[in-house]
């Protein structure tokens, strides 16, 4: 058989190396990398020599398929309420998110990084935002794997009094961007709920001012006659709005209940709201020495004038 051609030819012939002794076969393989998307192709020739000269066979092709890219990520967020360690869940204090994002591909993504974050209280969007994320991003991330962003948001007495006792009524977003092979576009959203429990708490402030139009005014002493009016200032030190807030006041060892004092004698209590509470919640029907509702940083000023009796002055 004549040599087709020498080494070094592109006109090649196919069945070439069948026709070589095995003792003189040199063979070598040559593999270029794919080109074509959705394959791996091969061409692969060979080659030897025979009295000095080269021979080559005519190339051999393989293509093997590549299975379609899929592009998926998971993202799963979870979050937490950090009351700064003192048990009262306050202005100041921290929404920690936690955002977990998962290539769930079979390549690998880039550009992964949680775009935008989002926190609402009973429905209603936070009054602030997110602090950037850590890392900040972007991150690739092989088939498989996983990277966790955290993020701080600073609560503000007005997200608190919002969303302070509903079941979930804090919930955290977060929206992941990436991109596959070719910039291809991905995304992903998680959201996190949580619960601000609920701390009812309620102070009150206590002051007399002596009005003297008997005896010897003026030197600051009550006498029988002088009317003292006593102001009470309720504040709700806690998160959440409260209901049916009187004054029981013991004077002398007789309890004064607000809400049924008669009128007339004394009194009654008059009750005006001097704070109202960030949200409106303050509510009253009318003077009736009761106040119907007192939301969370809310006062209420009940005031109650007594006139001091001669019984009083003749039991000192
Ligand atoms: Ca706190
Ligand atoms: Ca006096
Ligand atoms: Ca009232």
Not at 118 to 138: K, L, Y
Not at 149 to 158: V, W
């Amino acid at each position: 058989m004549k040599p087709f051609k020498q080494y070094g030819s592109t006109r090649l012939r196919a069945g070439m190396i069948g026709g070589f002794a095995a003792a003189a076969v040199a063979a070598a393989m040559q593999a270029t990398p794919a080109t074509a998307a959705g394959s791996i192709d091969n061409s692969a020739v060979a080659r030897a020599s025979h009295g000095g000269a080269a021979y080559v066979s005519v190339a051999a092709a393989q293509s093997v398929p590549l299975a379609d890219p899929v592009l998926s990520i998971e993202v799963a967020s979870s979050g937490v309420i950090d009351d700064g360690g003192d048990g009262t869940v306050d202005a100041g204090d921290m929404v920690r998110l936690t955002v977990t994002v998962t290539n769930k591909s079979n390549v690998t993504i880039s550009g992964v990084l949680p775009g935008e974050t989002g926190i609402a209280f009973d429905g209603v969007a936070g009054t602030g935002s997110f602090a950037a994320a850590s890392p900040e991003g972007p991150v690739t991330l092989a088939p498989g794997a996983s990277q966790d962003f955290t993020a701080a948001y600073t609560l503000a007495a007005e997200d608190i009094y919002r969303a302070a006792a509903a079941p979930d009524g804090v919930v955290a977003t977060a929206t992941v961007s990436a991109s596959g092979p070719g910039d291809a576009p991905l995304s992903g959203d998680g959201a996190a709920r949580m619960t601000i429990p609920a701390d009812p708490a309620l102070s009150i402030a206590k002051t007399a001012t002596l009005k003297e139009e008997n005896g010897n005014t003026g030197d600051g002493l009550a006498e029988t006659g002088d009317t003292i009016t006593y102001t009470y200032v309720v504040t709700n030190t806690g998160n959440v709005a409260l209901t049916g807030v009187k004054i029981v006041d013991v004077h002398e060892g007789v309890e004064i209940d607000s809400s049924t004092v008669a009128s007339g004698t004394e009194g009654p209590f008059d009750e005006t709201a001097t704070a109202t509470d960030p949200l409106g919640r303050n509510a009253d029907a009318g003077i009736d020495g009761i106040y119907d509702v007192l939301g969370a940083g809310g006062s209420v000023t009940f005031t109650f004038a007594h006139t001091v009796s001669q019984a009083e002055f003749d039991a000192q």
